[in-house]
């Protein structure tokens, strides 16, 4: 068996305990391999994985439910699952694009869970795992791909990918990345952050998160106005070509993140990631 064990800090006193790998009973009653890893990395998730939200456990939800696979016992989260086999690169596999849309649509869109588990010779082991947060699921990260051929199995289906190299990486809260383990309090702490986006206005919220990946390709923790226009302003004008004051836009956009404690403003002009 491979686990992590993770020593928290003194502040958390505790040690987590991550088993990594699936248990491969579950899936020996399954003939199809989807239909044995999918009940292999729910029994997985629901055994290791807590509410990023709360801390508290997560429920698996009946099976024909059409939205969701988990809900959080203590607080209102739900969570989709999307496992895989192979590592993610720009773009990860969704499903069906008229059932996501209906999911982006949704008053209560569902968190999302991914998971990327590797076959060895002894079984399947989890190597990496993130939620992505409902606020940053947004119709510009979702790409509908060419329907099926009328002559396959699923004639004429239309799949979608979601764009997670549009994500910010604060949109992608990791539990586990290349094998290791993050503490459970700061996978608490990276969802609490960014938290205030689920009170923003589509339109609002899309201009955050395009400003907020912006500050991420700088690579700095502390940048100028003068910096962040002369990477950024260009890229997020061709995004927005209806607004007429990008800079004004700009601006305003880093206010609201430091108001909201993503950033301080140390004066000059100057910006800090908190
Ligand atoms: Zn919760």
């Known amino acids: ?10 502040c958390q006193a505790a040690i987590l305990t991550v088993n990594k790998d699936f248990d491969l009973s579950l899936g020996a009653g399954y003939k199809s391999k989807a239909q044995k890893v ?6 997985w998730v629901e055994n290791n994985i807590v509410c990023p939200a709360c801390g508290s456990a997560l429920q698996k939800v ?3 439910s059409p939205v969701k696979d988990f809900h959080c016992a203590q607080c209102p989260e739900q969570f989709e699952l999307k496992s895989s086999g192979k590592k993610w690169g720009r773009k990860i596999m969704a499903g069906a694009y008229a059932a996501m849309r209906k999911r982006l649509q949704s008053p209560q869109p569902p968190n999302f869970f991914f998971l990327h588990y590797k076959e060895t010779a002894a079984g399947c082991r989890v190597e990496n795992f993130f939620c992505l947060p409902k606020q940053f699921f947004t119709a510009n990260i979702i ?9 396959a199995r699923r004639a004429r289906w239309v799949g979608c990918k979601i764009l997670v190299d549009k994500l910010p990486e604060s949109g992608k809260i990791f539990y586990m990345r290349d094998n290791i383990c993050a503490p ?25 998160i395009d400003v907020m990946k912006q500050i991420e390709l ?12 002369a990477k950024a302003e260009a890229d ?10 990008v800079k004004a836009k ?25």
């Open 1 to 10: 068996m491979f686990s992590c064990r993770l020593l928290l800090s003194p």
């Open 38 to 43: 999918r009940v292999m990395s729910e029994a």
């Open 62 to 64: 009946k099976n024909n």
């Open 143 to 151: 790409e509908k791909r060419c329907s099926l051929r009328a002559t």
């Open 184 to 208: 459970d309090a700061d996978v608490r702490r990276n969802f609490a952050k960014i938290r205030f986006l689920n009170a923003q206005k589509t339109e609002a919220k899309s201009w955050l």
């Open 218 to 229: 700088l690579a700095q923790r502390r940048f100028s106005l003068t910096e962040f226009y």
């Open 236 to 245: 997020l004008q061709k995004k927005h070509p209806d607004n007429n004051n």
């Open 250 to 274: 700009i601006r305003q956009q880093l206010q609201t993140l430091r108001d909201q404690g993503y950033l301080s403003f140390k004066g000059g002009g100057i910006y800090e990631l908190c």
